[in-house]
């Protein structure tokens, strides 16, 4: 039985906010050479990525539209709230969170798990898939993207949905 996922209450509290910049994590902060490599051709486009860097500081401001940042939770969940679209490896839990404050994804994901959200992803009109971290894609599916109010919805019901589904395997037994 298909349920809604569970989001942390951090998440189902925030007001989504329409922001100018990009913001991404990066599962592995070798990917980082990607979006520095797209950064170099698109100074003018404010980025705003999480990464593993422990060796590289709490943020790392590469120029005044280029910061890393190490990951942190709280923040994270600040920055993507207030972005205008999102990067990511594809993690299940981000992309339900960005699907959630209605913000367009791209992913690129690094294994076989990350394939299978990405292809749900897309199925479900979230966002785009690449082998690589091209924010140009990106920019362009935000540009027509219409966040699911359904898909907020459903997210909303996921403790009454699960009860039920639970309550209804304990009346079988």
Not at 89 to 113: D, R
Request: charged share 25%.
């Amino acid at each position: 039985v298909p349920v809604p996922p569970l989001l942390r209450p951090e998440v189902l509290a925030l007001k989504p906010e329409k922001g100018e910049y990009i913001h991404g994590y990066l599962l592995k902060y070798g990917f980082a050479q990607d979006v520095m490599e797209w950064h170099r051709e698109h100074p003018e486009v404010e980025l705003r990525f999480f990464w593993d860097n422990w060796d590289a500081g709490k943020v790392t401001k590469v120029d005044d539209t280029l910061t890393f940042y190490l990951i942190d939770d709280k923040e994270f969940l600040r920055q993507m709230n207030g972005c205008k679209a999102y990067a990511t490896t594809a993690g299940f839990e981000s992309v339900c969170e960005a699907m959630y404050l209605g913000k367009p994804v791209l992913m690129v994901p690094s294994h076989i798990e990350q394939d299978i959200n990405a292809f749900d992803a897309i199925c479900s009109g979230a966002g785009v898939s690449c082998g690589k971290f091209d924010l140009s894609m990106l920019m362009k599916f935000a540009e027509g993207f219409t966040p699911d109010a359904d898909f907020r919805n459903w997210a909303d019901s996921s403790s009454g949905v699960i009860i039920l589904e639970l309550e209804s395997i304990g009346d079988k037994c």
